[in-house]
């Protein structure tokens, strides 16, 4: 099979070589590989997350990739939970992939069911990104994390953060993006990691700076670092459950405590304090109730001293990796005092259907990424994806196939496509283009915990949002669209809609990409307008896309 799998380990097929039948499905199939050469554990079809995996099994993917090579442009490839189950035939304005990850009925989304369903073949967690073949790597993450960061210091530090520490766990696939974030709004980051592979791949990919096993030195480095206020990355070996204690014994507050460490999933990615990642997986295999056990104690100490630290006075928010909530049921009373990073700091991004859009070239040319940003920043003048640009340009090295992540909102994100398939067009960008987003996006996500916390009028937990998001976006006929739901660690925590939509220089796509775009951002727009946020309604009045009155006439 003529795909880029060499052992266990996948490379994105780069050129001008089209192994599909139409660019369409040959993009889709690179994605697929570019998310395992991406991977933290593509050995095992892990992505990132402890174990959101991009295919259900060694047999899926190779079934997946076959289909992929044998898809025509007129038909569709139906993927349950990872696993190929058919092709049907549609037309050439039909989706190409339909996807359906993790999905449990209500009141059987719980871990168990999800154990036994992952047990027995018949499930797979796929996380946002990793299920949807959208990954690419921690700088997918970047701007998210740098965002969230600098919204911190708008509202905190005086719009900087030069001087100011922040402490953080946790440098796997998504939290390794932390410490580069914190880099380049200018503080100084102390990033606790108990794997030291971990840590070496971070410094090895550029994200991080050094790292020690010292606390006592780690402390040192910071202190030069803000003295001088020099920006520094500073990772530090050791197990976030006894270091964030031992640094509240030591009298340190820094001025920001987050979290991302795996702790969405007890079982899988959380080491307790006092085991390394060998013991806590042995534990896993022979005793997985005590490593849940043993986490929940862990979780206890870190969550505590994480309300400790904003009790005397640090700025402290959760990062979307729930430990809130596992805080809580561990028996934390004050777990849910932590606000969450989407309501604190992001909802008003969101409610003008700015979130993280990203472009992927599968041509393999970073030349192709050059064009792209200079349409960004040219085209989006004063915004904040046209400020990113140059530092992504200067700060982020590219993993996998050349790609990109800027927010970008409503309107926007249709004119940049439309441009970019212009280009693709007239050989200016030398191969197509896939546009997608995360999940953790205006209309991708309802998750009552992150992205849909605290809503206005209390819609927190309804899910008919991303759901009308994957339909439309179907509809539209967007190249890729998948809906998934919480299943695993954080079971029934969220539903979520996937899309990708290909730039491959045709009128069809123009008119593809124009139709879901619109649609994608639209509809998160409206969700954050129905729910009565000022900004959101503003902005659904001037996209037009509402049924009119919006708001309550005289
Ligand atoms: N902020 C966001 O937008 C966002 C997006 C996606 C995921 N998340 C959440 O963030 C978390 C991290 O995601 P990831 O993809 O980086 O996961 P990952 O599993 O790739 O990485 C987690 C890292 O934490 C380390 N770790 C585990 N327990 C630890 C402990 N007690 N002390 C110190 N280090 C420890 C692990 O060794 C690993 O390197 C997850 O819960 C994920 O759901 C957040």
Redesign the pocket.
Known sequence: MPTNRVGTSVRALRGSELRCRGWRQETLLRLLENTLENG?DPANLVI???F?KAARDDQSLRRTMEALLNLEANETLVIQSGKPVGVFPGHSGAPLVLMATSNLVGRWANEAEFDRLEQRGLIMWG??TAGDWQYIGSQG?VQ??YQTFAEVAGLHFGGSLVGELVLT????????AQPLAVLMAGGVSLC????PA?IERRVQTGYLQDWTDSLSEALEWVDQARAAGDPRSIGLL????TVFPELLERGVVPSIVTD??????LRR?????GLT?GEAEVLRQTDPERLVSLGKM?VRD?LSAMIEFMDRGAVVFE????IRAQGRDAGVERAMEIPG?VHAYIRPLFCRGIGPFRWIAVSGDERDIDVIDAMVVGRFEGSIAAAWIPLARAHVRSQGLPSRIAWLGHGERTDLALMVNEAVASGAVRGPVAFTR?H?DAGGVAQPLRETEGMLDGSDAVSDWPLLDALLNAGNGADLVAIHGGGGG?SGYFQSAGVTVIADGTPEAATRLHSVLTGDTGIGVLRYADAGYDEALDAATASGLCVPPLRDGP
């Open positions: 933290e990132y997350g402890g959101a996380g946002y993450i998210g994390t766990a946790g440098l796997g696939g998504m939290g390794g606790v990691e108990v794997d971990k050791g197990n976030a459950s991302q460490t795996s702790t969405h999933d990615g959380y080491i307790p304090g990642p862990s870190h990062y979307g990796n729930n990073f995360d953790l954080y």
